[in-house]
């Protein structure tokens, strides 16, 4: 199969773990019969940089004409870097706005796993957080309340705030039936989580997706309050499979989720419109403290670009070999400083560099 693969390497330590990522692609289609195709675009301080914009129209032409987009991570440091003087506009940040949009991404997946090897990271009880966890948290991203009328006024001399929380069907519809065909990837479950008790957008949502589920039988569906849901993630997180939710929900927990994993640098993530296109990248930042040093961790990327097979290509037996060499690699013990534990003998753990990260990852895909 031929792969056409528009690559954001960004800023920061982007190029570093874009690299990396495409090492292991590289090593997929050796393994596996197929063609990658790369084609580098700039974006953000990078973009800004070469042609005073954080993203061209070029560059959006380019990724629209690919089957997918992986990306590193754009920004500088938000108080030294002379792109943070620029108007709002014209900052890095603005340059992922624009390409969300222009690609019309509404759903957000952020998966949050557990790793065995990492479950010392984790800061949840150890009797909760032996029983592991893997997760998929899917966010709607284009709709609720950040998107809907706000308004400030003053009445009789007092300040009121206005802000509006807007589902329709459709946009309801949209990211249920992608919740529930991820969830056929999975261990075929959905938890959609509302406040349909209060709101009437969340009583709205609940049928649509009851609506949705009887066509996808093999799907068990609950349904979950939000403020149930904050609790169960540190209570009991290995309930969970697909948590179906609205945009602002979605935010919180979606934060919350992978914060209960510890590893910041193992958290990928995706952003997918109707087709099968989408954006996958890091949930991190550019970690401009750490860039050119060739110690960041590639690994959040590396399953970015797993995720990318899986839900762009279908390829889901070399997505599984991705997964795999990662487990395979901290098995191993083999850790980048973020994930090194602490400990005079380190756990028997060897410390490696990005660059080594990636040909240890490469090496075991089979
Ligand atoms: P950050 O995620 O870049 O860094 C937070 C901390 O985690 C730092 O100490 C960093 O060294 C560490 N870290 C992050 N990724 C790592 C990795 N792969 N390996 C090892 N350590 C890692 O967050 P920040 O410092 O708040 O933001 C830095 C810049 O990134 C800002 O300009 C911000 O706007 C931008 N940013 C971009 C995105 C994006 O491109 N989607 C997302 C978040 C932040």
Redesign the pocket.
């Known amino acids: 199969m031929e792969l056409k693969i528009t690559c954001i390497p ?5 190029p570093e ?1 874009v690299a990396e990522a495409k090492k292991v692609l590289n090593r997929v289609a050796e393994v596996y019969g197929h063609k990658m195709l790369f084609t580098d675009i700039l974006m ?2 990078a973009s800004i940089d070469v042609h005073g914009v954080p993203l061209t129209d070029e560059a959006i032409a380019t990724a629209k004409a690919a089957d997918a987009v992986l ?8 108080t030294t ?1 002379p ?2 003087k620029l108007p709002p506009n014209l900052r ?2 603005a340059g ?1 706005l624009a390409i969300r949009k222009a690609l019309n991404l509404f759903a957000n997946l952020r998966p949050a796993v557990l790793y065995d090897e990492l479950a010392g990271a984790c800061p949840l009880k150890e009797e909760i957080s032996a029983a592991g966890f893997d997760m998929m948290i899917m966010r709607e991203l284009t709709g609720g309340l950040y998107f809907g009328e706000r308004k400030t006024v003053e009445e009789n001399g007092v300040r009121k705030a206005i802000d509006t929380l807007t589902y329709d069907e459709n946009e309801i519809r949209r990211i249920a039936i992608k919740g529930f065909d991820i969830a056929m990837k999975r261990r075929k479950k959905v938890t959609s989580v509302d406040k349909a008790n209060v709101l009437d957008s969340s009583r709205l949502w609940r049928k649509v997706v009851e609506e949705v589920a009887e066509n996808y039988p093999e799907v068990t569906l609950e349904h979950m309050l939000v403020d149930n849901c904050a609790m169960q993630l540190v209570k009991d997180p290995a309930q969970f499979d697909v948590i179906l939710t609205e945009n602002m929900f979605g935010d919180i927990l979606s934060d919350e989720a992978s914060m209960v994993t510890g590893s ?2 193992m958290l990928a ?1 995706a952003s997918l419109n109707d087709s099968k296109f989408g954006l996958y ?10 860039a050119g040093k060739d ?7 590396v399953l970015s670009a797993s995720m990318m097979l899986r839900y762009s290509f279908d390829l889901d037996k070399e997505a599984d070999a991705i997964d795999a060499a990662v487990k395979q690699v901290l098995k191993d013990g083999y850790r ?4 090194m534990p602490s400990g005079s003998d380190n756990m028997g753990c060897e410390k490696v560099g ?1 660059s080594r990260m990636g040909d240890l990852l490469a090496e075991r895909i089979q």
């Open positions: 960004g800023d920061g330590i982007g773990i953000g301080g990306m590193g991570s754009i920004g500088g440091d938000t870097s792109w943070y890095p940040e992922l910041i640098g993530s990248e890091p949930s991190h930042g550019s970690a401009p403290d750490i110690i960041a961790n590639p690994i959040a990327t980048t400083g973020d994930i990005c």
